[in-house]
């Protein structure tokens, strides 16, 4: 196992989050600077400086120390809140990261132990990592507006013509797969519309008509609704290879209408976590400038 590998495995577990907390200073310590009134340690910064060595991070000294003047002020925040993070909750935290690794708890801490990094120094990132976000979800996150219109825009501006459409659909699925290809076939070419469908399925075998309901083309792979989009009622897509058989789509209703429900919903997801992300900064900016800290 890599030093990258732990580098990556750390960086998808802590996305979203900033990664930061004090361990307690050591009695034999030294103080480097106080936060609020509370102490951080030399042992803290070059504990954290190997741990940034082992993930990659070139940000050298000071950065571990900015670092763990951020942590202070964040898990501040969230004893200010009433936010609480359980040791079960760093356990959790601790074994997601040795399974993105593949390897044991044990192993993990081995691993840190190899670059000079005592297990408690992530465990103690980790509490830090979950207490911020803690506070983003409760203090951050419900004062960000996504702008409604800003979005249905976005999501016009998505909307290729082959996805302004509504259908009302039947399937017909040909179970046993490929080595049916020929009766497909010749099903399509006899299909005369939804209200036959069935009728026309009893002249062969292991047939089944089910019905699909309605579907805006948004809720179908782009091929599908590209197809469909040729198609007038009446019509069914060719067939295509699928878990039960060989399936095709009979369009029963079309008609054009622009949904941007779904092309909407991904867009609200995406702008909300990056405004909630840029929020975020700013809130830990403001609680930086007010705090009292003093550097020996």
């Excluded at 106080?34 to 000071?62: A, C, H, K, W, Y």
């Excluded at 469909?228 to 897509?237: D, E, F, P, S």
């Excluded at 029963?252 to 779904?262: G, I, M, P, S």
Aim: aromatic share 4%; charged share 20%; hydrophobic share 45%.
């Amino acid at each position: 196992m890599t030093l990258a590998d732990l580098r990556r495995a750390c960086g998808a577990l802590f996305i979203g989050l900033a990664l930061t907390i004090t361990a307690a200073a050591p009695s034999l310590a030294a103080t480097v600077v106080t936060v609020n009134g509370e102490p951080i340690s030399d042992m803290q910064v070059d504990q954290r400086l190997r741990l940034f060595r082992m993930e990659g991070n070139n940000t050298g000294r000071n950065g571990a120390l900015e670092q763990l003047i951020d942590e202070a002020i964040q898990l501040q925040e969230a004893k200010r809140l009433g936010i609480t993070v359980s040791n079960a909750q760093v356990d959790e935290a601790f074994l997601q990261i040795s399974r993105n690794l593949s390897v044991s708890r044990d192993r993990l801490q081995q691993m840190l132990q190899q670059g000079g990094v005592s297990g408690t120094t992530l465990q103690d990132r980790l509490r830090a990592a979950i207490a911020w976000n803690a506070v983003v979800q409760s203090a951050v996150a419900p004062q960000v507006q996504i702008s409604e219109l800003e979005l249905d825009q976005q999501a016009a501006g998505q909307i290729a013509d082959f996805q302004n459409f509504d259908y009302i659909l039947k399937e017909v699925v040909f179970v046993g797969g490929g080595g049916r290809s020929g009766q497909a076939n010749q099903y399509r070419s006899s299909f005369a519309g939804c209200g036959s469908a069935v009728e026309l399925s009893l002249a062969y075998n292991d047939v089944a008509v089910v019905d699909v309901g309605r579907r805006h083309a948004t809720q179908l792979p782009d091929a599908l609704a590209k197809e469909l989009a040729g198609l007038n009622v009446g019509g069914i897509t060719k067939p295509r290879a699928t878990e039960s058989g060989l399936s095709m789509l009979a369009v029963c209703e079309k008609v054009q209408a622009e949904d941007l429900t779904f092309v909407k919903g991904g867009l609200r997801d995406d702008a909300g976590g990056d405004a909630t992300a840029t929020e975020a900064e700013a809130y830990l900016a403001r609680l930086r400038s007010q705090a009292k800290i003093i550097r020996e």
